[in-house]
T-cell receptor, first 115, second 110 residues
Framework: DSGVTQTPKHLITATGQRVTLRCSPR?????VYWYQQSLDQGLQFLIQ???????AKGNILERFSAQQFPDLHSELNLSSLELGDSALYFC??????????????FGPGTRLTVL | GENVEQHPSTLSVQEGDSAVIKCTYS??????FPWYKQELGKGPQLIID?????GEKKDQRIAVTLNKTAKHFSLHITETQPEDSAVYFC?????????FGKGTTLSVSS
């Protein structure tokens, strides 16, 4: 158990809908990262927040957005969902501001299915 | 940007054999190289990492080597056990993000 929690575990929705994925980082970690894992693209970095502020962006679509709250939990909002958005979404956390050279600990993921 | 290539995509070994997974990276500025193990239905778990000022690191049955000149790094698992069966991912850092390889599915048969 990494100490990172994610809810819900599974989410099934229809095209065009909007969903929110939630993540709580490990105790003491200030950085939260979101990743998308699909069969064809592998693990893709989406976005990082550090202590409430956006720190870095990766391959995140404009239809997706995220935020980190004062209690450090984070939410990933996915809107106007398409079939191709079906994937596993992982949250990771680390203690440091610069995520590229520090250990990142992953949560169990949310499996999103868009029908 | 950084690109990480990982080989092989699948690897089957007998229990007790060694397994080696290799990765290459493109950005010479990368200086942190973690390896993750992902079991079915779970998130990736950090198993070992290496920084660019070190050539080799060991932790019990697993070891990682890094060749900065050639821009490649490898994961070595010795005395494999059935519980080592999983998908393994290498990664390299690019500024604030980790760039992952496509993964290697390791199957250890008893």
């Amino acid at each position: 158990d990494s100490g990172v929690t994610q809810t819900p575990k599974h989410l099934i929705t229809a095209t065009g809908q909007r969903v929110t994925l939630r993540c709580s980082p490990r105790s003491g970690d200030l950085s939260v990262y979101w990743y998308q894992q699909s069969l064809d693209q592998g693990l893709q970095f989406l976005i990082q927040y550090y202590n409430g502020e956006e720190r870095a962006k990766g391959n995140i679509l404009e239809r997706f957005s995220a935020q980190q709250f004062p209690d450090l939990h984070s939410e990933l909002n996915l809107s106007s969902l398409e079939l191709g958005d079906s994937a596993l979404y992982f949250c990771a956390s680390s203690v440091a501001r610069t995520g590229g050279n520090n250990e990142q600990f992953f949560g169990p993921g949310t499996r999103l299915t868009v029908l | 940007g950084e690109n990480v290539e990982q080989h092989p995509s699948t690897l089957s070994v007998q229990e007790g054999d060694s397994a080696v997974i290799k990765c290459t990276y493109s950005d010479s500025a990368s200086n942190y190289f973690p390896w993750y193990k992902q079991e079915l239905g779970k998130g990736p778990q950090l198993i070992i990492d290496i920084r660019s000022n070190v050539g080799e690191k060991k932790d019990q049955r697993i070891a990682v080597t890094l060749n900065k000149t050639a821009k490649h790094f490898s994961l070595h698992i010795t005395e494999t056990q059935p519980e080592d069966s999983a998908v393994y991912f290498c990664a390299a850092n690019r500024i604030t993000a980790l760039i992952f390889g496509k993964g290697t599915t390791l199957s250890v048969s008893s």
